[in-house]
């Protein structure tokens, strides 16, 4: 048997995003605990990047224990920390909760320890917390839109999409031994699908430190674009967007949850112990996603009906190579590697332009920002505002993001149309558009 593992890397492509970590000192990291809230006013930023590290303990963890191998570069460590950069002033008027990609884990052989230990660098996701100033987080990019937000950064290390709330026991199919790394095998590692647990904490704490916003954006790439999506309506209630008139948006960076129709996405859900988590789902779609049965597009029309308000911006690559990769590996397990026969780049586009569609037939404000070709991230890139759709929008330019984290003066304030996409606004109408909507001025 030809076993090999070239493309393995791939799927943890998301990995580097993120994660160019910052000089931090001690004055630049803070410790929740009973006598210590870390309130964002008594912080002390860290010179280099303006961010502070903050460990919150309690039941937060990454997915193994400590462990570092001395053949591989394969590294865990079980602490978890999240990362805060204050505007550097006194408002508090604009907030960024934004959610770390680094790939994926999705039955019991790819969330084992002893498979993920035996991939060495080709890990199918990062299993440590790590720290980042890039993209929309560096406030040395001229053109950042995001440069004077409030952000808190959510690391991921739990291989779940930051949902999973289960603890499985160290498990060994047999396909480890053929891999050579034998000193991986046999350590009792149990896996810790604990992203819902970490994400809770840092929302709480943020919502503690920044209860009072005028724009609240939930964001995130790769995984960490699944995360932000599930997650957006139980933070929309948290932070009473409604009763507060607050501005509510999702920026979801190149994941759109694009799996084989034999295999619901509700299955990993499952899998990650995630579907009687409080998502602010219905009983009937949580009842569909314990079954099994819920898929992609019902999941997320449902948070859509929840918060229907919210603005949604998708950034794809037309054949992202990472999503197709991940597509391959929920279809055909582990034992499916290289996956030398990818769903194409066009049946691709054409599933993800089903579901986009799909949601917007519950919501109008759905936006789509597509590019050719087949990368994977945007908002990680220092050029990340260059990026051109397959329209000739560029990402930065005053049509699409750059606008629509401060429409909320117009969308409070007039009776705007909703559009389905930046382009028709644009060509239609011959102003800008802000996450779909026509700006007007006042």
Known sequence: MGFRFPNAAVLLAATAIFTSVPITTSESICTLSDSETCAVDTLTPSDDDGSVLIYPGGNTRCAFDDYT????TFSTNSTYFFQVFPNGGSDKSKLMLFFQGGGACADEDTCAFGLQCSLGASATFTTAATASSAGVLDRTISDNMF?????????????DIHIGNRVTAAYESGIEVLLGNSQCLGLDYAMHMNGYNNTMAVLDWALENYPDVDNLIVGGESAGSLGAQVHSAKIAEMWEVDAKDTRFSVLADSYVGVVPEEHPAAELLVYYGACTNDFGLSEDIVAACEAGTATTIEMIDALLEA????????IDSKGDKTQRYFYALVDEGILGYPFSDLISEADFFSNMSTILDAYRKVSSRITTFYVEGTKHVF?????????????????????????FHISSEYDNRANVTFWHNCTKCYNDIGTPCMLGVEMITL
């Open 147 to 159: 440069k004077d937000w409030n952000i808190v950064f959510i690391p991921y290390c739990t291989g």
């Open 379 to 403: 908002l990680a890139d220092s050029n990340f505002t260059s990026y051109e759709s397959d329209a000739g929008l560029l990402l930065g330019d005053h049509h699409c993001v750059s606008k």
């Open 307 to 314: 918060q229907p308000d919210g603005n949604w911006l998708f």
């Open 69 to 72: 191998d001395p053949t591989t």
